[in-house]
């Protein structure tokens, strides 16, 4: 497998409105997109740092990945994603090393990446996404 860089760290918050204000005000970075990804039961708000992004993910259901993870863990880091060159190759490769997939086939996530996660008990307890950009969109 090849990463190429980090696409974007995910971190679970309870509302974005009041963690976007802390990113923009504290941290000088600026919001360029808010999103819902519904299949996911997430809002999303996006700000790039250098070629990598900070995804904020807010919860629209308790019952969803990141409602759960609040729920258990609070908020805070809830995933990193990795970009890759070639998305299906690189799951036929870990798959077969015996990592266990979340996604066997990759999806669309959000920007329209194709993304696949790697299930945080195969990857030392670190959600892991992999995606590619087929799009060839410049990060
Ligand atoms: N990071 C690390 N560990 C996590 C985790 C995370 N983000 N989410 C859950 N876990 C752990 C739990 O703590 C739990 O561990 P223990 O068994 O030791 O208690 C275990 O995984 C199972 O957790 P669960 O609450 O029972 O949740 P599920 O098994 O139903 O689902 C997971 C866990 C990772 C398979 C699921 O969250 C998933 O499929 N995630 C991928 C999709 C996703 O997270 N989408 C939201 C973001 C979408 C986006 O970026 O657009």
Redesign the pocket.
């Known amino acids: 497998m090849k990463i190429t860089h980090i696409e974007h760290i995910?971190i679970a918050v309870k509302s974005l409105e009041e963690s976007i204000k802390y990113y923009e005000n504290i941290l000088g970075l600026k919001c360029y997109s808010n999103e819902e990804?519904k299949e996911?039961k997430?809002n999303?708000a996006f700000f790039m740092v250098g070629q990598t992004k900070i995804?904020l993910?807010e919860s629209t259901d308790p019952e969803g990945?990141?409602g759960?993870?609040i729920k258990?863990?609070g908020q805070g880091v809830?995933?990193i994603a990795f970009a890759v060159n070639d998305i299906e190759k690189t799951l036929e490769e870990v798959d077969s090393k015996g990592i266990q997939l979340?996604d066997k086939k990759p999806r669309k996530?959000?920007g329209g990446l194709d993304i696949a996660?790697l299930?945080?008990?195969s990857t030392f307890?670190?959600?892991t996404?992999l995606c590619e950009d087929n799009n060839k969109q410049p990060y």
Request: charged share 25%.
């Open positions: 995910g990804v996911q997430v999303t995804e993910l990945h990141v759960k993870f258990k863990k809830h995933h979340i996530g959000a996660f299930h945080p008990k307890g670190v959600l996404e």
